[in-house]
């Protein structure tokens, strides 16, 4: 019987003790061992850049294929090895999927000891008290950081549609550039690059169509450059 890949069973076996405690773990499986799968083929070497994302639906890429999401259209163009971990309706506080918030897909990057993590800024969290949200947080950037102390981590702000951006969503990316940063992480402003581009949106005006994820990966693409973050 052929072996599975190391990187494959762990993501496994964090998915299934994440099964265990709460009984639902679909969404993170079905994504984590669907990009470990793309990858599986290729021998890992010190030259591969292997790259986690964590997020919400937006990074998971809600109501578009999987390699339209913007965390896959950003590895592929960049030859980089993804798993793409983000979970429907999650946040720093706000449980998505599952009853995940990001604490679980951080406990299964830190299993996968990524060269790069991409962590992202919700709207998902726009009910949670802000001490809250702050305390959390920073403390899951703190814990990243002390798990992953050699991993590049880049944080960007929340993706946001064609209506007005909410006062509170400012504040908490601006929570997500301070807890970044202080960890020695690079943040990345995304702006508004979808407001005024109605066709770029599904009908909920809240999750980019395949044209707005790909309008987002350049974004991000450009940012990345701009930093000299090449793995």
Same mark, same amino acid.
């Given at each position: 019987?052929?072996?599975l ?11 299934a003790?994440?099964?265990a405690?709460? *009984?639902?773990?679909a ?10 799968a793309?990858v599986?083929?290729?021998p890992?070497?010190s030259?591969?850049v292997t790259?986690v994302?964590? *997020? ?9 294929l999987p +390699?339209? +999401?913007?965390?896959?259209q950003?590895?592929?163009s960049?030859?980089w090895?993804?798993?793409d971990?983000?979970?429907? *309706?999650s @946040?720093?506080?706000? +449980?998505?999927a ?5 604490s679980a897909?951080i406990e299964?990057? !830190? ?5 790069i993590?991409? !962590? ?9 008290n ?11 950037? /703190?814990h990243?950081r002390?798990?992953?102390p050699? $991993?590049?981590?880049?944080g960007?702000s929340?993706v946001w549609?064609?209506t007005?951006v909410p +006062?509170?969503l400012?504040?908490?990316? $601006?929570?997500?550039r301070? $807890?970044v ?6 943040y !990345? /402003?995304? *702006?508004?690059?979808?407001a005024?581009h109605p $066709?770029?949106?599904?009908? /909920?005006?809240?999750h980019?169509?395949?044209?707005g994820?790909t309008v ?11 930093a000299? !973050?090449t @793995?």
């Open positions: 019987m052929t072996s890949p190391r990187r494959l069973l762990v993501v496994a076996a964090g998915v003790t994440l099964a405690l709460s *009984g639902c773990a969404v993170t499986a079905e994504r984590s061992v669907a990009a470990e793309k599986a083929s290729a890992h070497t030259a591969t790259v994302a964590i *997020g919400d639906s937006i990074e998971h890429g809600r109501g578009v +390699a339209q +999401a913007w965390p896959e950003v590895a592929a960049r030859k090895a993804l798993d971990l983000a979970i429907n *309706g @946040g720093f506080v706000k +449980a998505g599952g009853g995940y918030t990001y897909q299964i990057a !830190i299993k996968l000891d990524p060269r993590v991409l !962590i992202s800024a919700t709207r998902n969290d726009l009910l949670i802000e001490q809250a949200l702050r305390t959390k947080t920073v403390q899951l950037l /703190d990243l002390a798990a992953l050699h $991993a590049t981590i880049v960007t929340a549609g064609d007005p +006062a509170r400012t504040a908490d990316n $601006a929570l997500t301070q $807890a940063t202080d960890v020695g992480g690079t !990345i /402003d995304l *702006g508004i690059p979808l005024g $066709a770029l949106l599904q009908p /909920d005006h809240v980019p169509n395949a044209a994820q987002v990966a350049g974004v991000v693409n450009r940012a990345l450059d701009a000299h !973050i @793995g």
